[in-house]
């Protein structure tokens, strides 16, 4: 399953183009060799070494893990790992009308020296670390996703992620957390409808018409379907972390938020890939 997933990414890999940069090592082979690092849990010292790497795989040429750190904190990266996941999720098919939102929390240890590391809310409780901000369409894709700082409010990161994800992706399905008014202005203004339960289960008589209109749809089957369609987004989160490569929390060495960031999203590219295998594998049934 492993050597699938990384030839479906390779695949991917072929459609970004290398910027005309005075180089020694290409784009595709700086994001080849981190890739790689981040499928097999390893830091990327580790890809930098040969006896890492079957040789059907291996890069003509490793760069050191200096010159790998630096260029993956660079634009051209931050870009090109863009590129890669929306070739993914286009592969995947068409992405539909609905999407589940929510956030899970990346805890880091307590004795961690992270700076930019916070402490917020976290499972039953509160926690010091990072937060996975993600919209999952309805065949389980992870969409668009931001990772920040667990003290950031998930309706403030909620915002940013309305104006980033697709505009097919008109009708968002949330829980309680994400009853926020302001989030429904900011839906509304992106052309979407926010669907969430209501926090205190209930609506003043003077909030504004997107609350109103959410007490309509609770009182309706329909309404109450949509809302418990949210599970798609757990599903998606429990299937990311009991894959063989998945995601099972942020290692030791992904620390800041840049390197989180970076691990988090290896994460997703991988698991949509397995998506698409999963889909492929089912159509030749």
């Known amino acids: 399953?492993?050597?699938?997933?990384?030839?479906?990414?390779?695949?991917?890999?072929?459609?970004?183009?290398?910027?005309?940069?005075?180089?020694v090592y290409s784009l595709r082979t700086i994001l080849k060799v981190g890739l790689w690092?981040?499928?097999?849990?390893?830091?990327?010292?580790?890809?930098?070494?040969?006896?890492h790497w079957p040789g059907r795989f291996r890069p003509r040429d490793l760069p050191d893990q200096s010159t790998l750190s630096r260029r993956w904190r660079t634009d051209d990266v931050a870009?090109?790992?863009?590129?890669?996941?929306?070739?993914?999720?286009?592969a995947l098919g068409a992405l539909g009308r609905y999407a589940a939102i929510d956030g899970r929390p990346m805890p880091v240890g307590g004795a961690s020296q992270d700076k930019e590391a916070r402490a917020g809310r976290s499972v039953r409780g509160m926690g010091r670390g990072y937060k996975l901000h993600a919209m999952v369409n309805a065949?389980?894709?992870?969409?668009?996703?931001?990772?920040?700082?667990?003290?950031?409010?998930?309706?403030?990161?909620?915002?940013t992620l309305m104006h980033?994800?697709?505009?097919?992706?008109?009708?968002?399905?949330?829980?309680?957390?994400?009853?926020?008014?302001?989030?429904?202005?900011?839906?509304?203004?992106?052309?979407?409808?926010?669907?969430?339960?209501?926090?205190?289960?209930?609506?003043?008589?003077?909030?504004?018409p997107e609350r109103l209109r959410l007490?309509?749809?609770h009182s309706a089957g329909v309404g109450a379907r949509l809302l418990r369609s949210r599970d798609v987004i757990e599903r998606a989160f429990a299937t990311?972390?009991?894959?063989?490569?998945?995601?099972k929390?942020?290692?030791?060495?992904?620390?800041r938020l840049h390197r989180a960031t970076a691990w988090t999203s290896g994460k997703i590219l991988f698991y949509n890939a397995y998506l698409l295998h999963r889909q492929a594998n089912r159509a030749a049934a």
Not at 38 to 48: G, K, Q, T
Not at 79 to 90: F, G, Q, Y
Not at 178 to 193: F, I, N, Q
Request: hydrophobic residues 40%.
């Open 249 to 255: 929390g942020l290692p030791p060495w992904a620390r």
């Open 37 to 51: 690092a981040i499928l097999h849990d390893r830091p990327f010292c580790w890809a930098c070494e040969e006896e």
């Open 139 to 159: 065949a389980g894709a992870i969409v668009c996703f931001l990772v920040k700082p667990m003290n950031e409010a998930e309706q403030a990161v909620a915002r």
């Open 79 to 90: 870009r090109a790992l863009e590129r890669l996941h929306r070739v993914l999720i286009r």
């Open 1 to 23: 399953m492993d050597d699938t997933v990384w030839m479906t990414v390779c695949a991917a890999l072929e459609s970004i183009e290398d910027p005309r940069q005075r180089c």
């Open 164 to 208: 980033e994800a697709p505009r097919e992706l008109t009708r968002i399905v949330g829980d309680a957390i994400y009853d926020s008014v302001k989030l429904h202005r900011e839906a509304r203004c992106t052309g979407r409808k926010l669907y969430t339960h209501l926090r205190e289960q209930r609506v003043g008589r003077r909030q504004q």
């Open 215 to 217: 007490l309509r749809v």
């Open 240 to 247: 990311m972390s009991n894959i063989g490569f998945g995601f």
